[in-house]
C-alpha cells in the first residue's frame, strides 16, 4: 500500500492490528449475511460479518465454521443490544393488522407474540466461535461481556450514530467505533430507537466529528459504495469503510433477484427512512407499502419488534412472489452507485481506487 497520503498511513495501521490487508469491511446484516460473500470479502483481504441477530446459537456456530473452512481471512459478529420490552396495545395492533390485510395474507391476533432469541445465548455463542471482532448496535455491551471479549483478545467494534454515542462506547471499553450516517441502509443504530428520526446525521458531519471526539479508530459506513466513498471517508478522519448495500449487489450475497435489481437501478432519493417493517426505523427503498404505509390517515407502525412479526406474513408472500412492493427491500442511498460485479472484485476496485484518489 501507497503510504503517501496521511489517510493512506492511518488506514495501513488499521489494518495491521486488525489483520487485514485492505481497509473495506462488510457491513453485519441481519437476514442477509450470506457466508459466501464473507468467504469472497475475507479472501479479498476485507473483514466479512455475519449479522446474528436472527439466528440461534447452533447456526451462528455453523456460520463461523463455514466460513472459516474457505477463508483464513477474519470476520465480525453482530449482535442487536435489545431494546426493553415492547408497551403492546391489542386496539392498535388489530388495526395494523387490518391494514396489513390489505397487502398480504390474514394476520393472526398472535403474531404479535413472536420473540426474538434469547440475548444472552447469543452472547454465548459468539464468544464460543472466536471471531476476530465482535460489534454491536443499538446500544453497548454490558462491562462482564466486555471483560469477557477482552479477556480472549476479541476487538469490539460499536456502531455509533451521533458523537455522544460515540464517546459513551469509547468510555464502555470500544476498541473501534463504526459511525454509521444517515445515509446507511438498512435499521439506524441509535442508543435509544426514539431518537432515530430527531437525530438524522450525514456522514460528512458525523465522521470528522467523531474523530475528533474520540481516540480509538472510527470506521466510516453508510452510503459509501465506490472509490470515491472509500477515498472520502478516509480523508474524513476514518481509518476504514464498511459497506452494507453495495456489497449486496454482489453475486455472493444471494440476494432476491428483485431486490438486487433494485439496488442496482434506485437514485439516492428513492429511499427513506421508516419504521414500517420492523417498528425501528431503517432505510429501505421507498415501494408501494412503504409509501401506503407512512401515508396520512394509515395506523402507525407498532413498536419493534411487534411490527416485525405482523408484517413477517406479508413479506414472507411478497418474496415469494417475487414482489418487491411489498418486499422489504432495506438500501443505503449510495446502493446504486457501485457495479454488479463478484465481491473480490468489487474489493480490489475500491481499494485500488481509494488508494489512487490518496496518491
Ligand atoms: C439488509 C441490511 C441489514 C442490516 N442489518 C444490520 C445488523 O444486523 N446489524 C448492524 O449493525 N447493522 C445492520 N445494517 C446496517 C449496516 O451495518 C450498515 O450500517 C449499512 O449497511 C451501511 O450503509 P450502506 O448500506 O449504505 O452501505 C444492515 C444494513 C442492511 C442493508
Not at 485492505?22 to 449475511?33: D, E, R, T, W
Not at 457466508?35 to 441477530?53: K, Q
Not at 459509501?224 to 466513498?229: K, T
Not at 405482523?310 to 411489498?326: C, H, I, N, V, Y
Amino acid at each position: 500500500m501507497a503510504t503517501s497520503h496521511p489517510a493512506l498511513a492511518r488506514a495501513q495501521t488499521f489494518c495491521d492490528r486488525f489483520g487485514l490487508r485492505v481497509p473495506i469491511l462488510q457491513a453485519p446484516m441481519a437476514g442477509a449475511s450470506a457466508p459466501t460473500l464473507s468467504i469472497a470479502v475475507a479472501n479479498a483481504g476485507g473483514l466479512g460479518a455475519c449479522g446474528a441477530l436472527l439466528m440461534k446459537p447452533a447456526d451462528i456456530a455453523q456460520w463461523a465454521s463455514t466460513v472459516r473452512v474457505a477463508s483464513n481471512g477474519g470476520f465480525n459478529l453482530n449482535l442487536w443490544i435489545p431494546d426493553p420490552p415492547p408497551r403492546r396495545d391489542s386496539a392498535h395492533e388489530s388495526a395494523v393488522r387490518d391494514f396489513l390485510e390489505q397487502w398480504g395474507p390474514e394476520v393472526p391476533a398472535s403474531a404479535g407474540d413472536a420473540t426474538p432469541p434469547d440475548f444472552a445465548a447469543q452472547c454465548e455463542a459468539l464468544l464460543e466461535a472466536g471471531p476476530r471482532v465482535i460489534s454491536s448496535v443499538m446500544g453497548l455491551y454490558p462491562p462482564e461481556f466486555v471483560a469477557r471479549l477482552k479477556a480472549r483478545g476479541i476487538a469490539w467494534f460499536a456502531n455509533v450514530s451521533t458523537v455522544a454515542e460515540a464517546r459513551a462506547a469509547e468510555a464502555a471499553g470500544a476498541d473501534v467505533v463504526v459511525a454509521q450516517g444517515m445515509e446507511a441502509g438498512g435499521h439506524r443504530g441509535c442508543f435509544d430507537a426514539a431518537t432515530a428520526e430527531r437525530e438524522l446525521v450525514g456522514l460528512f458531519a458525523l465522521v470528522p466529528a467523531v474523530a475528533d471526539a474520540v481516540r480509538i479508530p472510527v470506521v466510516a459506513t453508510g452510503g459509501i459504495a465506490d472509490a470515491r466513498g472509500v477515498a472520502a471517508a478516509l480523508v474524513l478522519g476514518a481509518s476504514a469503510a464498511q459497506i452494507g448495500s453495495a456489497f449486496l449487489r454482489c453475486p455472493e450475497a444471494r440476494l432476491h433477484p428483485a431486490w438486487a435489481d433494485a439496488l442496482a437501478r434506485t437514485p439516492p432519493e428513492g429511499t427513506m427512512l421508516s419504521r414500517v417493517f420492523s417498528g425501528r426505523a431503517g432505510r429501505s427503498i421507498t415501494t408501494a407499502y412503504v409509501r401506503a404505509a407512512t401515508a396520512p390517515g394509515a395506523p402507525l407502525p407498532a413498536p419493534y419488534p411487534v411490527q416485525r412479526s405482523l408484517t413477517q406474513a406479508m413479506r414472507d408472500a411478497a418474496t415469494k412472489a417475487g414482489d418487491g412492493e411489498r418486499m422489504q427491500l432495506w438500501a443505503g442511498q449510495g446502493a446504486a452507485l457501485g457495479r454488479t460485479q463478484p465481491a473480490e472484485a468489487m474489493v480490489r476496485e475500491l481499494w485500488d481506487g481509494a488508494q489512487a484518489l490518496l496518491s
